[in-house]
């Protein structure tokens, strides 16, 4: 089922101060943003019905990193909230990792100018990385896993039952391909996942999002973007081979990406090598009366 927002829907001012109204007390007005804001609404909606993300959820854990993702997450949250469309409990959190020259007022003073209830968190797994990780290695792996564990902490430790984080459409297909090409295996990153200890959700809403409209929303919305090359620009990492191979493939067949992403979704075990997933053992051909 496709959930829709109506034209005058995507047209609507917030009515109040609250945290939507703040936030988009000065966005644009124009016909293309309206437009833009609704697309990201309508998917973003059909994620949390495609993979069942409001069942059994009260309160929600946001990781917000500063970059423009999260910031668009946090947005889109916020304003379905304020339709009435989101009848969770938002906690915004920043994970402060100790990387060098990290501008530390940036997210405390913009939620707390849109009176976001948010939790700052300081953990130096920057040093951790560091020490662990070999010179000339990549940091994002090690990094990411350190920040998991954290959020996943916090999450209980605020009462949330999920972790959501603002991966979009092209996270998942580079993550695919990563599998793919350096893993030997099909997986990519699911949307809705149960954690190891199995008391949170993690939940990317996102994952019907293009990042380029992310880049737009970002770029009119104004978000104070925090760059994520704080402990130093690594070049040739996987992911960025990646993004590089999925980008010239959509130049030169556009569309490419979403006829992707609809095949992850469509999946068809009989038809790939895995006994595991499929009794290809127990296939035989049932003979026709009279052969």
């Known amino acids: 089922m496709t959930l829709a927002l109506s034209e005058d829907d995507a047209d609507l001012p917030p009515l109040d101060e609250g945290p939507a109204g703040r936030l988009f007390r000065e966005a644009p007005r124009s016909v293309s943003f309206n437009k833009l804001r609704k697309r990201l609404l309508r998917q973003v909606r059909q994620a949390f019905d495609d993979f069942a993300m409001l069942k059994d ?70 040093s951790v990385v560091k020490e662990k990780v070999p010179e000339g290695a990549t940091y994002c792996s090690l990094c990411s896993r350190l920040r998991r564990g954290n959020l996943y902490r916090i999450a209980r430790e605020e009462g949330c039952d999920a972790l959501v984080l603002g991966h979009h459409r092209e996270d998942i297909l580079e993550t695919f391909f990563m599998n793919l090409f350096h893993g030997g295996r099909l997986a990519a990153m699911p949307a809705k996942l149960l954690n190891d200890e199995g008391d949170l959700m993690v939940l990317r809403p996102l994952a019907y999002c293009a990042e380029d409209d992310l880049a737009k929303f970002a770029d009119a919305m104004r978000f104070p973007i925090i760059p994520c090359d704080l402990c130093g620009s690594q070049d040739g990492l996987q992911r960025n081979a990646m993004k590089a191979m999925i980008a010239e493939m959509e130049r030169k067949m556009p569309g490419r990406k979403d006829t992707m992403l609809r095949a992850l979704a469509h999946a068809n075990p009989s038809h790939l090598l895995d006994p595991k997933l499929f009794d290809f053992a127990g296939l035989a051909a049932v003979k026709k009366a009279g052969d």
């Open 57 to 126: 959820h009260k309160r929600w854990l946001i990781g917000l990193s500063g970059g423009k993702d999260s910031y668009g997450l946090l947005a889109i949250l916020l304003d379905l909230q304020w339709r009435g469309l989101l009848p969770v409990d938002l906690v915004a959190c920043n994970l402060d990792q100790g990387q060098p020259n990290f501008p530390k007022h940036i997210l405390p003073d913009y939620l707390a100018s849109l009176g976001v209830r948010h939790r700052i968190e300081y953990r130096d797994t920057y």
